[in-house]
């Protein structure tokens, strides 16, 4: 309290709610409905900030970052209900659906998802009791299980693309300018977490798809196309070597074409994985 006045401070700044409310396709998800306060609460809770604390910029940028993924993440589920889908189960349909062979292993999808093993559990579980998803036996590790992609799930994942699409993934807001700036500004975070380098990317560019071995166009990144060659007892095989024993390279310091084909050609069906989805 100031003043005798209420004070309003964003949920991201005192507790997370104890119930997630169900989200109705065009409202804020995990509100009920719009709630048209006659102020923002962030900034409301900044200004205080300031002249209790000191500079409040980081802390509005972090709320106002909290406050908006719960807003996209309810939008999102919202429509992707009528498919049986939450945001989580989309991403790694997507992720299944662009590898070549619709399959991928399940420590390969948390890595390129970027969650925790159990979050990838979790939601391969229900995938496959939707028949979305199956497991099978990884060949390339008597351990390990691959999640493949069903042409029921196929089926689902088009259609739940085309009504994101058809709504700018909650984001038809901004133009293309502000996703491309908002994007570039999240990166810097994302670096500093250790997501990826920083020097990180296709030489063609994020958004282009290299070729794949016949020259034609690949839907996945070169980067995880295949999986590490292995040799005797399951050890890496060694690379091959260029002038003076360093790896021989290609354009960019990718790897040269022949090993790279070579690499290729011994990864099994279902190693390989994808781009990203946006």
């Known amino acids: 309290m100031t003043g005798?006045?209420?004070v309003y401070f964003p949920a991201a700044l005192v507790a997370a709610p104890a119930a997630r409310p169900p989200a109705v396709p065009g409202t804020l998800g995990l509100v009920p409905k719009p709630m048209d306060l006659?102020?923002?609460?962030?900034?409301?809770?900044a200004a205080i900030?300031?002249?209790r604390f000191g500079d409040a910029r980081a802390m509005a940028a972090v709320t106002s970052i909290m406050r908006a993924h719960q807003i996209l993440l309810g939008e999102l589920d919202a429509l992707l209900r009528p498919f049986g889908l939450t945001f989580a189960r989309y991403e790694a349909l997507v992720l299944l659906s662009f590898s070549r062979a619709g399959a991928l292993p399940l420590r390969l999808v948390g890595e390129r998802l970027m969650v925790h093993p159990t979050s990838v559990t979790n939601t391969?579980?229900?995938l496959e009791r939707a028949g979305l998803v199956l497991r099978r036996p990884n060949p390339r590790d008597r351990r390990g299980k691959l999640a493949e992609i069903t042409p029921a799930g196929r089926t689902v994942v088009a259609r739940a693309t085309d009504a994101?699409?058809?709504?700018?993934?909650?984001?038809?807001?901004?133009?293309?300018?502000?996703l491309d700036a908002m994007v570039a500004m999240l990166r810097t975070l994302r670096v500093a977490a250790g997501d990826f380098a920083d020097d990180a990317g296709d030489a063609d560019g994020p958004w282009r798809e290299p070729a794949d071995d016949a020259g034609g166009p690949s839907r996945e990144p070169a980067d995880v196309r295949a999986a590490p060659a292995r040799g005797p007892a399951g050890a890496p095989a060694a690379p091959a070597r260029g002038t003076g024993g360093a790896p021989a390279r290609g354009t960019g310091g990718a790897p040269a074409g022949p090993a790279r084909r070579a690499a290729l050609s011994r990864s099994a069906p279902g190693s390989s994985s994808i781009r990203r989805p946006g």
């Open 4 to 6: 005798g006045a209420r």
């Open 38 to 45: 006659p102020f923002d609460p962030i900034e409301r809770a």
């Open 49 to 51: 900030w300031e002249r």
């Open 124 to 126: 391969v579980d229900r």
């Open 164 to 178: 994101l699409m058809a709504a700018g993934f909650a984001l038809r807001g901004y133009d293309a300018a502000q």
